[in-house]
C-alpha cells in the first residue's frame, strides 16, 4: 500500500505485515544526496511514521547506483557565516535525532555506496543491512572536504564500534566494503542481493540482536580513558597530517575527547566545529578541489567509444603498469615487447597489484588471465580497440614502430603514446594518418596517479581527443585534454620545481633542509626526495627535452650525479642514500638560506611557470590547470592549486616577489606577466 501524499523525493509503502518502507528516489538526478530539501521533507515523513501503528520501518533507496552519497555539497558554497552553516546543521541533527528515537525498529538496507550524510543516517538506525556485493561502500569521507561528520556521525560511530576503530575511519576517510564494514561494526547483516529485503524484514520481526561492541572498546570511550588515548592518536595523525593545513581531523579527536561524556553537548558542538571548518579557507579549496574533479570526470562522455581490448607495446615499468591497470579494469590487455624476459617483470608486478587490491584468490587468477603476454604483437594488434605505445623517450624508435604497426591497426582503434615530453608533432610525422595520434600520458605509479593527460598535437583530430578522453574514464582515470607542447603540463610545471631544488643544493643547502621547506608548505613530498623516486637519469632525461623547447637551465649538478650513476632510489644513492629501497634519513642540517627564501624560490617557479602555461594556453581554463597540477603532481590541495594560490595570495605581490627573486637569482624568476582570465 502506498502512501498517496507523497513527497517530491520520498514515498513511502505499507507491506501486508505492516512494516513500512520508506523509499529515497531524489528528484531530477541519478544519484542521492541529502539537500536542505530532502532533510525537510524526510522530517515531515518520519513525523507522520511516529504515529503509524506499524511494525517496523526500513529505509532504502531506488537508485541502482546506491544508497546516498552524502549531503549535497553545492550547498556548503552558500552559506555565507559559521551561524548560517551550523543552524543547517543543526537541522540535519534534529531530523536524524527523530529517526533515532522512532518508537518500533529502524532499518537501513544499503546497497552501493553509502557515505557521509547517508552512513550518518543509517548509523541514526537500530539495525543497518548490506548488500555483499563489490560496489558496496561505506564509510564517512568527510575530512576529504576539509570538514568532519556533524548529522551525529563523531558521536554514534564511536558508539558502535569504539573510539580507535571509529576514529581511523573518520580520520582517514576511507570506505570500507561490506565485510570490512561488519567487521568494524558498522553494519550488523551483510547479506546478498538476494537476501537484502528478507533480511531486512527479519530484523524487524525476529527483533534480531544488535552487534554490540566489546567491553573493551566501549571502555575506550571512558572518560579516564580518553586523555590517553587522545595522546597516542593526535602523535600518529601529526606524522601524516599538519593541524594548521588540515584542522579537520584535530577537530574529531578534540570533540570526542572533550565531550563525548555530554552527547547532547557534542551534539551542539559538532555541529559548532563543522561550521566553523566548512567557512574556512581549507574546506572551500577542498571543496572546490571535488568540482574540479567532478568536471574532469564529465569528459569523455559525448561520445560512444566502446572499448574491449588493449593492446600495450613496451613492458617497462609504465607499460607494464598501464597493462596491469587496465585488466584490473575488467579489460582484455595484451603486453608486447621484444622477448619474454622483458615482459616477466611486468606480469610479476601485475600479480602482486591484483593480489593487494583483490585479495581473492580466485578474482586475482581471473584478472591475471585478462593480461596476456604477446610477444611479437601478433595475437592483439589487429584486434586492439586500443593500442598504447609506451617505448623508452626517443623519437626515432617511436617513430619506427609506428610506421611498422600502423598498416595492421582496425580503422577505428585508438592509437596513443605514453610519451611523457616529445611534441606529437614531431611523433605524428612516421604516420599516413598523422590526426589519429593522441597523447595518453599517465604518471608513477599507474595504480595511484588518478590523472592522465591526453595530448592534443595541431594534426591531432578532435574525434581521437575525445576516445582517449572516453577511455581515460572507462579505467577509472581523470581525462585533462593539453596542448603539445615540451613537457606538456604537469611535467613543465613540476620540473623548474625540482630543478631549482637541484640548485639550490648545488648552492650548498642540505637536501632535508629544502625537502622541509616544500612538505612545510604543504607539498605531499620534498622535490629533492621525489627526484630521487622518479630516478635522476629520467629526471635529466625530461629536463633537457623540456629546455629544447623552452628556457629553463638544466643543473650541472643533475649530469654530473647521473654520470657518477647516482640515480636515486633505484641505484642506492642520490639526493639520499637508500638500502633495499627505503630512505636513510638524514640528520639535520643547518643551511646558509632562510625558510622563507626556499619556499619561495621552490614555489614560485612551479606557480609562475602555470601562469606562463595558462597565457600559452596548454590547458584551456585556470581550473583544468590547478585540477590538473594537483591531481598530476599532489600540489598542496588545501591551496586549492597553484592558480588559486596566486590569486588569493596576490599577483602583486607575487610579481613582486619574483622580480625580486630575478635580481638575486637570475632570469628564471622572470615574472610571466598578468594571468589571463584570472578569475578561478
Not at 520508506?22 to 515531515?44: K, P
Not at 576539509?146 to 573510539?163: M, N, Q, S
Not at 542481493?193 to 544488535?210: G, S
Not at 620545481?497 to 604543504?522: C, H, N, Q, W
Request: aromatic share 6%.
Amino acid at each position: 500500500m502506498k502512501n498517496t501524499e507523497q513527497s517530491k523525493h520520498w514515498y513511502t509503502e505499507l507491506d501486508k505485515n505492516m512494516i513500512a518502507w520508506l523509499h529515497f528516489d531524489m528528484a531530477g538526478t541519478g544519484t542521492n544526496v541529502l539537500s536542505a530539501e530532502v532533510l525537510n521533507e524526510l522530517s515531515e515523513e518520519l513525523a507522520v511514521l511516529k504515529h503509524k501503528e506499524i511494525q517496523g520501518l526500513i529505509i532504502l533507496s531506488d537508485k541502482k547506483n546506491g544508497f546516498i552519497a552524502g549531503a549535497d555539497i553545492k550547498e556548503f558554497t552558500k552559506f555565507q557565516s559559521p551561524e548560517e552553516a551550523s543552524n543547517m546543521i543543526r537541522q540535519g541533527q534534529a531530523v536524524f535525532e527523530r529517526l533515532e528515537n522512532m518508537p518500533y525498529p529502524t532499518v537501513s538496507m544499503i546497497h552501493g555506496f553509502c557515505l557521509g550524510g547517508g552512513m550518518e543516517l543509517a548509523l541514526a538506525c537500530n539495525y543497518r543491512v548490506a548488500e555483499d556485493h563489490e560496489k558496496t561502500k561505506l564509510g564517512l569521507p568527510e575530512v576529504k572536504l576539509g570538514i568532519h561528520p556533524g548529522f551525529g556521525g563523531t558521536v554514534r560511530l564511536p558508539r558502535l564500534t569504539g573510539a580507535l576503530k571509529a576514529m581511523d575511519i573518520m580520520l582517514s576517510g576511507r570506505t570500507l566494503n561490506a565485510q570490512q564494514a561488519k567487521k568494524a561494526g558498522m553494519v550488523d547483516y551483510v547479506v546478498p542481493k538476494r537476501h537484502l529485503k528478507k533480511m531486512a524484514v527479519m530484523c524487524i520481526q525476529d527483533r534480531m540482536p544488535v552487534r554490540k561492541p566489546s567491553l573493551w572498546l566501549r571502555l575506550s570511550n571512558a572518560f579516564f580513558i580518553r586523555p590517553l588515548l587522545k595522546i597516542m592518536i593526535l602523535r600518529n595523525l601529526k606524522t601524516r597530517v599538519s593541524k594548521e593545513h588540515y584542522p579537520a581531523p584535530f577537530a574529531i579527536v578534540d570533540l570526542w575527547a572533550k565531550y563525548y561524556s555530554n552527547q547532547k553537548t557534542m551534539m551542539k558542538e559538532e555541529a559548532l566545529s563543522v561550521a566553523k571548518l566548512m567557512t574556512g579557507t581549507t574546506s572551500q579549496n577542498l571543496v572546490r578541489i571535488f568540482f574540479l574533479s567532478e568536471s574532469l570526470k564529465s569528459m569523455g562522455r559525448e561520445i560512444e567509444f566502446p572499448v574491449s581490448h588493449i593492446h600495450v607495446i613496451g613492458a617497462g615499468v609504465m607499460g607494464g603498469d598501464i597493462a596491469a591497470w587496465c585488466a584490473l579494469q575488467g579489460f582484455t590487455v595484451t603486453l608486447q615487447d621484444r622477448e619474454a624476459k622483458f615482459i616477466a617483470p611486468a606480469m610479476k608486478r601485475a600479480y602482486s597489484l591484483f593480489n593487494k587490491r583483490l585479495k581473492q584468490p580466485r578474482l586475482v587468477q581471473k584478472t591475471m588471465d585478462r593480461l596476456m603476454p604477446d610477444i611479437n604483437g601478433k595475437t592483439g594488434l589487429k584486434k586492439a580497440d586500443v593500442i598504447i605505445e609506451a617505448i623508452f623517450e626517443n623519437a626515432d624508435a617511436k617513430k619506427a614502430l609506428y610506421k611498422e604497426i600502423e598498416p595492421q591497426l582496425k580503422p577505428n582503434a585508438l592509437l596513443a603514446t605514453n610519451t611523457s615530453s616529445i611534441p606529437l608533432e614531431n611523433l605524428s610525422e612516421a604516420l599516413s594518418n598523422p590526426g589519429r595520434l593522441v597523447g595518453l600520458h599517465f604518471f608513477n605509479p599507474v595504480a595511484k596517479m588518478p590523472l592522465v593527460e591526453i595530448v592534443k598535437g595541431t594534426s591531432t583530430d578532435d574525434e581521437e581527443v575525445k576516445k582517449a578522453a572516453s577511455f581515460a574514464q572507462k579505467i577509472s582515470r581523470l581525462p585533462l585534454p593539453v596542448k603539445s607542447t615540451p613537457g606538456f603540463l604537469v611535467n613543465r610545471i613540476l620540473m623548474p620545481y625540482m630543478l631549482e631544488a637541484v640548485t639550490m643544493a648545488e648552492e650548498g643547502s642540505s637536501p632535508a633542509e629544502i625537502d622541509r621547506a616544500a612538505v612545510k608548505f604543504g607539498m605531499p613530498m620534498g622535490p629533492l626526495l621525489l627526484a630521487d623516486t622518479v630516478g635522476l637519469d629520467i629526471c635529466l632525461h625530461v629536463a633537457e627535452i623540456i629546455s629544447e623547447g623552452i628556457e629553463m637551465p638544466v643543473p650541472e649538478k643533475l649530469r654530473a650525479m647521473t654520470k657518477k650513476g647516482n640515480l636515486g632510489r633505484k641505484s642506492g644513492q642520490g639526493f639520499y642514500r637508500y638500502k633495499n629501497g627505503r630512505q636513510i634519513i638524514p640528520s639535520g642540517s643547518q643551511t646558509s638560506s632562510s625558510d622563507h627564501d626556499l619556499t619561495d624560490r621552490l614555489i614560485l617557479r612551479m606557480v609562475n611557470e602555470a601562469v606562463a602555461c595558462l597565457n600559452e594556453g596548454v590547458v584551456e581554463n585556470a581550473e583544468l590547470l590547478d585540477a590538473g597540477v594537483i591531481f598530476g603532481t599532489g600540489f598542496a590541495p588545501f591551496r586549492g592549486g597553484p592558480l588559486n594560490y596566486w590569486r588569493t595570495e596576490g599577483e602583486a605581490g607575487l610579481n613582486k616577489r619574483l622580480t625580486e627573486l630575478e635580481a638575486h637569482y637570475g632570469r628564471r624568476f622572470h615574472p610571466a606577466g598578468q594571468l589571463k582570465g584570472a578569475h578561478a
